[in-house]
């Protein structure tokens, strides 16, 4: 079993920075793509940045360059939030797709999720 575990989230002011963290533990054989995801009061839940094993990053067109994702080598992600507006507000949800095996077939996990509130 996988877990996903994130912190790093709290109340900021406008204009203010978060690092979100995400450590992977438990027994698996590999994780692929790790992701943000935010979750606004009354919206979906979008994405917001993915990264591979090898480093390789995606960002939805509307993100602004805003937010920076980065990984470790020991399956941790990172969400470094710069310039904060009160739109970011919401829980910030990690993501991971995981090869418990070593067939490689992947499974998706999510984190519990960190609050993020910016105030204006």
């Known amino acids: 079993q996988v877990q996903l575990v994130e912190s790093g989230g709290g109340l900021v002011q406008a204009g203010g920075s978060l690092r979100l963290s995400c450590l992977a533990s438990g027994s698996y054989f590999s994780i692929n793509t790790m992701s943000w995801y935010h979750h606004a009061p009354g919206k979906e839940r979008d994405l917001v940045a993915s990264?591979?094993?090898?480093?390789?990053t995606n960002y939805p067109d509307s993100m602004e360059d805003r937010f920076t994702i980065s990984r470790d080598s020991a399956d941790g992600v990172y969400l470094q939030m710069d310039s904060l507006k009160p739109e970011d507000t919401g829980v910030y949800y990690c993501n991971a797709h995981v090869a418990p095996y070593s067939d490689l077939r992947e499974y998706q996990y999510w984190g519990q999720g960190t609050q993020v509130t910016v105030s204006s």
């Open positions: 990264i591979t094993k090898s480093g390789s």
